[in-house]
């Protein structure tokens, strides 16, 4: 919006003077988060305008079809990414699926318009990437600008494509895949054109191009949030996280299948490497599986080297799951090519002992996902232990606050609730999701003396509250949600 606000002053100020929604919004030039990518937003903000949402409900509803409909479209891109690597579309639809069936990214597929909407992104920037380094033209160069320009107007760690990009091409060409003159013809289109468009569509550049992109990265690897994280039981500031927090999350939350495909494809990657005699690639499928764990390998070694904020688990680092899931194909794939000879009838049966296993192991995903719906957000797979709500966070956006409310709605019918949640975790967010009827009777007071309910999902506060009245605790695979709580003090008592 404060986008919106500034582009919209310089082409059209009769828009924002006609509309009262701009009078609360800030300029750019002072906005303390005016370096965050706004390729996604500042269009939703502008349709949100032209349409007259004025409704807070609607405006989420709008913004949840809007991630919805971007993150669809990273799901083709795996598909089209997957198929032209193995040459097989049944291999590009078995990574597609996998995607859909990595219960964490499919409930964020829905309303993280930060990290889904990147990932997905980034995965459409790859495919363009691909398709540009297999054979240089002018058209795919300017198509691949066009996706890293919407990658990085989104989040600044979208320059790794043109590093890698270029990277790759300049390999090509030492190795004689491709020829110098059409290398650089190709490759200087594409960085100009890249440049442009970055520019172009990213206001906060516009005063000084280099400079602040160079601040908007800067800012990224030491990012300005000094809250807290509860890791493996102990609460910690989130800039002193130890190096191994993104790993652990990684492996307690992607389903296991994949990660063992993962772990046998990029084994079987790093020994063709090794077998090379540092020729790095040899041929155009070899090519891609480098690129894919270069995508991977690289985010992982950066946040860790340069000891970057990290919170909310390892959301920040979801755009790495596409290559992820691709080297697990080729895991996979070398799975089931292999033929054990001393396993007797299984040796013979091998093949359809690893498709029976894969059908069981993404059915039990799927039966998860139906049994926590809509909170697929808080899966952990079997690596993660017991008592999970004492070691992680569990629904650390309070997304469940939304079915607390609408709980108290229906057991308390009175025209006026009075409601608190944490101080640290405003529940207003999801009181603005409530249908407009049953908005206008929640009250939100910041003091245990005016409430008559306390609802909180516990972050920050993993502990019991041993001093209030649980009178509802709801939980979704297994989980500890959130709970709400009668407050003593009050004169009113619910059924």
């Given at each position: 919006m404060v986008t919106l606000k500034h582009v919209a002053n310089i082409w059209a100020p009769s828009f924002v003077a006609q509309d009262p929604t701009f009078d609360k919004v800030e300029e750019l030039a002072t906005y303390h988060d005016r370096d965050y990518g706004i390729l996604f937003e500042t269009p939703v903000c502008l349709l949100e305008r032209l349409l007259h949402i004025d409704d807070t409900r609607e405006q989420y509803l709008l913004r949840h079809l809007m991630t919805f409909l971007v993150s669809f479209g990273g799901v083709i891109?795996?598909?089209?990414?997957?198929?032209?690597?193995?040459?097989?579309?049944r291999l590009g639809l078995l990574g597609a699926v996998w995607l859909v069936l990595s219960p964490r990214l499919f409930a964020e597929f829905f309303y993280n318009d930060k990290d889904a909407v990147f990932m997905a992104l980034f995965a459409v920037a790859t495919n363009t990437g691909v398709r540009f380094l297999l054979r240089p033209t002018l058209g795919r160069a300017a198509w691949h600008a066009l996706a890293c320009m919407a990658a990085i107007d989104v989040r600044i760690m979208g320059v790794l494509l043109p590093v890698l990009t270029v990277s790759f091409l300049v390999v090509k060409v030492l190795h004689g895949e491709v020829k110098p003159q059409t290398a650089l013809l190709t490759g200087s289109l594409y960085l100009v054109l890249t440049s442009a468009l970055v520019t172009a569509f990213w206001p906060y550049l516009w005063p000084d191009p280099?400079?602040?992109?160079?601040?908007?990265?800067?800012?990224?690897k030491n990012f300005r949030w000094g809250g807290q994280v509860f890791y493996l039981g102990e609460s910690m500031l989130a800039s002193e996280i130890p190096w191994h927090y993104a790993l652990v999350w990684i492996c307690i939350t992607t389903p296991i299948l994949y990660l063992l495909g993962f772990l046998l494809g990029a084994g079987r990657i790093m020994l063709q490497f090794l077998r090379r005699n540092w020729r790095i690639w040899q041929g155009e499928q070899e090519m891609q599986d480098v690129l894919f764990l270069a995508l991977v390998v690289g985010p992982l070694?950066?946040?860790?080297?340069?000891?970057?904020?990290?919170?909310?688990?390892?959301?920040q680092l979801y755009f790495i799951y596409p290559a992820m899931l691709l080297i697990a194909l080729r895991g996979w794939l070398l799975a089931w090519h292999w033929r054990p000879s001393n396993l007797g009838l299984l040796s013979k049966q091998w093949a359809t002992t690893i498709l029976l296993l894969t059908a069981v192991s993404m059915g039990y995903v799927l039966f998860r996902m139906v049994r926590a719906h809509p909170y697929q957000n808080v899966y952990f797979n079997a690596l993660a232990g017991k008592n999970i709500e004492n070691k992680l966070e569990v629904d650390y956006w309070g997304l469940s606050y939304l079915r607390g409310l609408e709980y108290i709605m229906s057991v308390d019918h009175r025209p006026r609730i009075k409601v608190r949640g944490p101080?640290?975790?405003?529940?207003?967010?999801?009181?603005?999701?409530?249908?407009p009827a049953e908005r206008n009777r929640v009250e939100v007071v910041h003091s245990d003396a005016d409430a008559e309910y306390f609802i909180t999902n516990y972050r920050w506060h993993p502990e019991p509250y041993t001093d209030r009245n649980e009178i509802k605790r709801f939980e979704a695979d297994g989980l500890r949600l959130y709970s709400i709580f009668w407050m003593p003090q009050s004169w009113w008592q619910p059924n």
């Open positions: 891109a795996l598909y089209q990414l997957g198929k032209r690597r193995f040459n097989d579309w280099a400079g602040n992109l160079g601040q908007a990265f800067n800012n990224m070694f950066a946040v860790i080297v340069f000891h970057s904020v990290l919170y909310d688990g390892w959301r101080d640290w975790q405003p529940i207003e967010l999801s009181v603005g999701m409530l249908p």
